[in-house]
């Protein structure tokens, strides 16, 4: 499973972006599809994830309500949009793939690149 993410860059506060994930090397009936970020000199934490059979959804509390997790089957992509975006949110995304868990980092199997999300007050 290759997991490729896009779609990072610098918004103000307020504003919006929408990350993506291009996964290969399916199939992924199986698995849940996640996004985490990292802030400099934290933990990487968990933010979204998605079932890629039946859609169920999951989001910690900090992003509920302004981000959403999708998913497109035939382009075998993942987009998380954010919305409403503070400085708070600013952090390395990365998308990963797991067989087990929704929430749980360690149970995450496959991991792509990082995308930058930078928030300017």
């Known amino acids: 499973v290759q997991l490729q993410a896009s779609g990072g860059g610098l918004v103000q506060a307020g504003g919006s972006l929408r990350l993506s994930c291009a996964a290969s090397?399916?199939?992924?009936?199986?698995?849940?599809l996640g996004w985490f970020r990292q802030a400099p000199g934290k933990d990487r934490d968990f933010v979204a994830a998605?079932?890629?059979?039946?859609?169920?959804?999951m989001y910690a509390d900090s992003v509920k309500g302004r981000f959403t997790i999708s998913k497109d089957n035939a382009k075998n992509t993942v987009y998380l949009q954010m919305n409403s975006l503070k400085p708070e949110d600013a952090a390395v995304y990365y998308c990963?793939?797991?067989?087990?868990?929704?929430?749980?980092?360690?149970?995450?199997?496959?991991w792509g690149q990082g995308t930058q999300v930078t928030v300017s007050s």
């Open positions: 998605i079932g890629w059979s039946g859609g169920y959804t």
């Open positions: 090397g399916g199939p992924f009936s199986r698995y849940v």
């Open positions: 990963a793939a797991s067989r087990e868990s929704y929430s749980n980092r360690g149970q995450y199997e496959y």
